[in-house]
């Protein structure tokens, strides 16, 4: 393997010059013909961190902005294709079920699959915020940019959002009518699995004077990427399709509005899961793997069918009183899934989990931007509801039955109920010149209610949340409130320098845990557990390099006051017991460096490196399990934080005489081996990235044909670590469940633009 590995990069650095991550975004919509890729890696940035248009490098906060060609040139199909080039950041699906984010950010992050726990980094979409953390890291198209806010957002951006925020923005309809079509296979180059196969288009332009529109529709099938050792079948089975139409009115020359609809289908295996030995050193009862491999065997393939509506409605109105904007946001989700994993990742039937989850959630946010003089003034309200209907089956010991039906069943699950409003405000002053001043503040008051059916209570006893069946063991509701504020500023060195330091406070929400397995309801039950509080101190450094590139850096300090996680404890009755408490106070050191430059007109140089220091300073949880609380406790790692994460690339342009152009890329990407569970039991490997691509733009920028690599190293990542007992009933397992990600990808690509 390790052969092939060299042969396939060799081939594509002797294609050509080769090329890196761009970590500037341009504002150039992709619907217009363009020579080459590279050259947009060196112009201005547009993002909205501060709920405006602005250029990245005039705004105090550490951001990471992406526009729509440098998505495309890159392959990013998805958020998780993100955070191989961004310190400090990782981006992952969590792997229990397809799609489901488990995001973190300075590490700050969570580990877990169970819809009532709020994410720690909130991923909001074309201004709408995504109530739950499922449904978000599928296949991405037609993005116009997205922005990787990193830090708390509270002020501007509300509850959840303690380790940062991500904004995904779709693309608009353009003034002329446009025409985008692309066609994409790739696959294992190992020969495993099948071939993964896109096609997508996009039409837009204007209707009469008024109205302009957009349609964009996806289609992916995959066919796998893994073999499951148990059967020897290709495995990693999935379709997607995506549906996205875009009107815009301007309804008058003050007044504009966007609408939008996206409906994702999407159905396809459940994950591949592998065991390995966990930190105790059970082995595996069947199968027990090297986890530097991605080898797994299980009985059960598993499934997801999962369907999504999102619809959102824009309306922005300029006035006079301050040359502002009045913005309104109304947002709506529906979001459905059901799936089965093979939770014991082995060739038995030990422990199969099926989940049905519903959630319907609407949002909305109205908010004035305007400037007086020397201040400019953000204020506005958001409001927000969400309902979770939520249900597991814990299918247990089917090889006690010759596989017919499991020996032991679990049912359980909950109704959840979310009502939020927040008030905010936000200001930037204009001190002098060189100096300028920011201050904000958000209140937020948020009501929670919960009705639970406890696993560990319907044994045997078939129900199911979802369909009413169910018998509530735990009904209860809870209120918080909580101030976010922000206090800055920042001083202009020169016209290309400037310097940034800011507090500022987040919040993630109190709530109630909608798995409930623990027997002892008192001291392990479903909640409720209190919301979390943290505060970071940070200093920038922004800097433009005489028009070939910039040159950006922040240092940070964190403090997490009653941190709330999700703790994995084996047990061999209900298999995982998974409690969510305030289990301690933590604070995390920190610092970013990231710069792009032109060595020469065609040659671009890009690198970053991110670096944290995490540490527990008060325990208020049994962490290891050891049955106290001591230093053993404190001495633990936090989860989710790798220490170092760096990358470097290069980016090359080559224009032929005839108006064709070439590009070329090439970015390795390292990430820190990090703890996965509190316990530090299960952890996830460190990552070895390296992508790379090659692009032909024929004269005019019509038609681009693309080669690419993604992980051409073939590292190998889990979505997370899970340990299982070490008995469950009369059976030993130990072992873990761990879902892989797929490794090493070759892919083609064609592109045409009208």
Known sequence: MRNLKLSVAGVFFGFTLLAGWPITANAQDQDEPSDSSGSALLEEVIVTARKREESSQ????????????????????????LSVGIPNV?????????????????????????????????????????????????????IQSIEVLRGPQGTLFGRNVTGGAILVYSKRPTEELKFSARAALDGNPNGDGGLNKYAMASISGPIGDSFGFRVSAYMNKDDGWFVNLANGKDFGEAETTIFRPVLTWQASENVDMTLRWEHIESDGQGPASQTHTNGSGVPGFFANFDRDSFDFAIDAEGFTDMENDLVTFETNWDIELGDGTITNIFGYKDYTATGESDIDAQPAWLFH????????????????????????????????????????????????????????????GGNYWVDSLAFFASIDYELTDAWSLNAGIRYTDEEKKADIASLIRNVNSPCNVVYGTCNFD??????????????????????????????????????????????????????????????????????????????????????????????????????????????????????????????TDNLILQGSVGWVDPSYKTIRFDLNGDGVIDKEDKNLGL??????????????????????ALSSRINYAYRDESFYTDNNLGYLLSQDILDLGVDYHTAGG?????????????????????????????????????????????????????
């Open 58 to 81: 005039d705004v105090p906060i550490s951001v990471a902005a992406f526009g729509a060609e440098q998505l495309e040139t890159l392959k990013i199909r998805n958020l998780e294709n």
């Open 90 to 142: 990782a981006l992952d699906d969590i792997g229990t079920f397809r799609s489901t984010a488990n995001f973190s950010i300075r590490g700050l992050g969570i580990n877990s699959s169970i819809p009532s726990i709020d994410p720690t980094v909130g991923v909001f979409i074309d201004g709408v915020y995504m109530g739950q953390n499922v449904g978000i890291v599928l296949d991405m198209f037609d």
């Open 353 to 412: 989990a099926v989940i049905w989850n519903d959630q319907e959630q609407y949002s909305n946010e109205l908010r004035y931007n305007g400037s007086f003089d020397r201040l400019n003034l953000t204020t506005g309200i958001f409001w927000f509801s969400n309902e979770i209907n939520y249900h597991e089956r814990r299918n247990l010991l089917g090889i006690a039955t010759g596989d017919v039906a499991p020996a032991l069943t679990q049912d359980g």
């Open 474 to 599: 735990f009904s209860d509701k809870e209120s918080w409130g909580a101030w976010s504020g922000k206090l800055g500023f920042g001083y202009d060195i020169s016209d290309e320098r400037r310097i940034y330091g800011h507090w500022t406070r987040a919040h993630r929400s109190g709530g109630y845990n909608l798995r409930n397995t623990a027997i002892d309801t008192v001291n392990l039950g479903p909640g409720p557990f209190d919301q979390e509080t943290v505060d970071t101190l940070e200093f920038g450094y922004k800097s433009e390099l005489a028009g070939r590139g910039f040159l950006n850096a922040a240092v940070f300090y964190t403090q997490i006051d009653d941190m709330q996680r999700e703790v994995n404890l084996s047990d061999p009755i209900s298999g995982v017991v998974q409690v969510i408490k305030n289990t301690a106070d933590a604070e995390i050191f920190g610092f970013e460096i990231e710069s792009t430059f032109a060595l």
């Open 639 to 660: 989860p989710r934080a790798a220490e170092w994460t760096w990358n470097i690339g290069l980016t090359h342009e080559w224009e032929f005489n005839h108006g064709g």
């Open 702 to 754: 019509h038609w681009v044909f693309s080669v690419y690599g993604r992980n051409l190293l073939d590292s190998v990542k889990h979505g997370g670590d899970t340990q299982l007992p070490s008995v469950l009933g009369p059976v030993p397992t130990g072992g873990s469940f761990a879902p892989l990600a797929k490794g090493q990808v070759l892919g083609l690509e064609v592109t045409f633009n009208y």
